[in-house]
C-alpha cells in the first residue's frame, strides 16, 4: 500500500510538504485499510473536504463495475473545533451502469478505537447528474467535532492487526486455551504482493481423538472491506473460548473448527473494497482442476490455491467435514437483515435427491440461526430463505461450488451475508456486538444442525413470515459473486 498524506493550507488545495505545520489540516490515509478514492482530486478547504472514489487498486480496468468502490476510511488532524465541517464522498458512474445508491450512516472516532454512527441530520446523500454526462451519488457528513483528529469510515474498519490484537488479549485472557492445544493459530502461507500471513485457527478439544469428530471449515474476509465477518469470527471463537459452558465442550468435544479469519490480506492491508491487489475477486476465482476437482488450477488467486492445499491436507488427514461457512457482508437497503444463500430446491420443484438434500439441510440451518438470533423485542434477524436456491453456482467457482463438486451433499456449504445499517434493530444499527452475538448464533446452531441441542423453537418464526423490507427480495448469488 502507497501511504500518502495530503497537506493542505486552510482554503487552498496545494499538496505540501510532509510535515504538518500550523493552521493546516492533513488528510491522511497513511495506515492500513486507509482509503481517500482518488487523492490526485481530494479538494480540502478549511470548511470541507471531497473525495472521489476510485476502484480498487485505481484500476482503470474495472470501469464496467461502480459496485466494487465503496469503502473509504481517512483521518483528519487539524480540523477546526469552533465549527461544522463537512465530509462530502462523491462517486461517478455512467448514467446506464450506474453504482450503489443506498442510504448509510458512516462511523467517526477519535481513537480509531471507539466508533459511533453520525446522527441522522448530520449525513446528507443524493444522486445528480453531472456536466460531463455521468451520474453523481454524493454521501456527506458534516459535524462539529470535540477533536481536531478524527478517523472517518464508511463502516468499522477491521485490518489484520486487529484481529491479532484481538487474538492475543483473548489468548491472555484465557492462557490454558493455547497451553493444552485448543486454539491453535499458524500461517497457512504468505499473499502475494504485500507477503502478508494467510493465518488458521483451528479449535478443537485436543484430549479426543480426531476419528469421532466432524470437520467445520470457516472462512471471512473472502472481499476486503466486508468487515462484518470478522465480528461474525470474534463472537464465534468468544463462544468457543468460554470452556466452562456446556454447550461449548459439546462443540469442543465433537468438531474441529478450522477459521480463516482474513482471506483477502492483501487487500484489506490495501483498503480495497472487494480485490486483492492483483485486482483478483478470490471469491469466484476458486479454478477446479479438470483431471481432479478437489485441486486448483495454476491460474487460481495464490491466495486460493494456498487454503485449497490445508483443505486437501484437512481431507486425508483429519476428521470429515460436515459443514462449510462463508462469511461475507453486502450493500443494501438499511432495514435489511442477515441472510444466507441457499442452493437448489425441493424434489416437487425438479431436483434430484443429493440436491435436495443439501436444500433440506441448509433451510435446517437457516431455521437455527433465524430462531436463535433475535432483536430485543423477539423478532428475528434473518431474512427468510427464498423458494429456490437455484442451481447456477455449481458452474460456477465459488467455494461453494467447490465443495459441492467434491461432496456433494455431504458438506452443508453456505455463503452468509451481514449488512451495514439497520438489520433489524432499528431505529438502532447493526455494531461490532450485534454480529459477535450473530457468531454465537451461528455456533449453536452447528450443534442444532448435528443434533447435539435440543432446538430452540419450532414454531415459525416472524421473520419466516416477512421480509424486513416488502421489496426485499434475496438477490442472485452469481450477480452479486461474480
Known amino acids: 500500500m502507497l501511504f500518502r498524506h495530503l497537506f493542505v493550507l486552510a482554503m487552498s488545495v496545494t499538496v505540501l510538504s510532509s510535515c ?14 486507509a482509503n481517500a478514492g482518488d487523492t490526485s482530486v481530494a479538494q480540502v478547504t478549511a470548511h470541507e473536504t471531497q473525495i472521489l472514489l476510485t476502484n480498487d487498486n485505481s484500476d482503470t480496468n474495472l470501469k464496467d463495475l461502480p459496485k466494487w468502490r465503496n469503502w473509504w476510511y481517512l483521518k483528519f488532524e487539524g480540523l477546526p473545533t469552533s465549527q461544522e465541517y463537512k465530509l462530502v464522498i462523491n462517486d461517478l458512474f455512467a448514467q446506464d451502469n450506474r453504482g450503489w445508491e443506498y442510504p448509510y450512516t458512516p462511523l467517526y472516532s477519535y481513537d480509531n478505537k471507539h466508533w459511533q454512527r ?30 481536531g483528529n478524527v478517523w472517518l469510515a464508511r463502516f468499522y474498519p477491521y485490518t489484520q492487526d486487529t484481529f491479532n490484537d484481538y487474538y492475543r488479549e483473548l489468548m491472555s485472557n484465557h492462557p490454558s486455551l493455547m497451553d493444552e492445544g485448543y486454539f491453535q493459530k499458524q500461517t497457512l502461507g504468505f499473499s502475494p504482493i504485500h507477503h502478508l500471513p494467510i493465518e488458521l485457527v483451528t479449535v ?158 441448509s433451510i435446517r440451518f437457516i431455521r437455527a ?49 451481514t449488512t451495514y445499517e439497520n438489520a433489524g434493530f432499528e431505529p438502532e444499527f447493526v455494531t461490532p456486538d450485534k454480529l459477535m452475538a450473530l457468531g454465537e448464533s451461528l455456533m449453536m446452531s452447528v450443534l442444532e444442525y448435528h443434533m447435539l441441542t435440543k432446538s430452540e423453537s419450532t414454531q415459525q418464526l416472524h421473520s419466516e413470515q416477512h421480509n424486513s423490507d416488502t421489496n426485499f427480495k434475496i438477490p442472485s448469488e452469481v450477480d452479486v459473486k461474480s
Open 118 to 147: 453520525f446522527e441522522a441530520n448530520e449525513v446528507s446523500a443524493v444522486s445528480e447528474n453531472t456536466l460531463s454526462g455521468r451520474f453523481n451519488h454524493k454521501v456527506a457528513v458534516s459535524k462539529q467535532y470535540q477533536n
Open 369 to 417: 440461526v433465524s430462531n436463535r438470533y433475535r432483536n430485543d423485542v423477539g423478532d428475528g434477524l434473518v431474512e427468510p430463505a427464498p423458494d429456490e436456491g437455484g442451481e447456477r453456482f455449481v458452474s460456477q467457482y465459488f467455494p461453494e461450488s467447490w465443495w459441492w463438486a467434491n461432496f456433494g451433499s455431504q458438506v452443508m456449504a453456505i455463503t452468509l451475508e
Open 20 to 33: 504538518k505545520l500550523q493552521d493546516k489540516i492533513l488528510l491522511s490515509i497513511g495506515f492500513p485499510s
Open 204 to 361: 478443537t478439544n485436543p484430549y479426543i481423538d480426531t476419528k469421532n469428530k466432524k470437520s467445520i471449515w470457516i472462512q471471512a474476509r473472502s472481499h476486503a472491506a466486508e468487515t462484518g465477518g470478522s465480528f461474525v469470527v470474534e463472537g464465534i471463537l468468544n463462544w468457543l473460548s468460554e470452556r466452562g459452558n456446556i454447550d461449548v465442550n459439546k462443540a469442543l468435544d465433537n468438531f474441529i473448527f478450522y477459521i480463516v479469519p482474513i482471506h483477502n490480506v492483501d487487500g484489506v492491508y490495501e483498503g480495497n473494497y472487494c480485490l486483492n491487489s492483483k485486482s483478483e475477486n478470490l471469491e469466484n476465482t476458486w479454478y477446479r482442476s479438470a483431471v481432479n476437482p478437489l485441486y486448483l488450477r495454476d491460474d487460481s488467486p495464490s491466495e486460493n490455491k494456498i487454503i485449497n492445499k490445508k483443505l486437501r491436507q484437512i481431507v486425508t488427514t483429519s476428521a470429515p467435514f460436515s459443514m462449510a461457512l462463508n462469511l461475507h457482508s453486502i450493500q443494501s437497503a438499511p432495514k435489511t437483515r442477515a441472510f444466507f444463500f441457499p442452493h437448489f430446491g425441493t424434489r416437487s420443484q425438479g431436483y434430484n435427491k443429493k440436491q435436495t438434500n443439501l436444500w433440506n439441510n
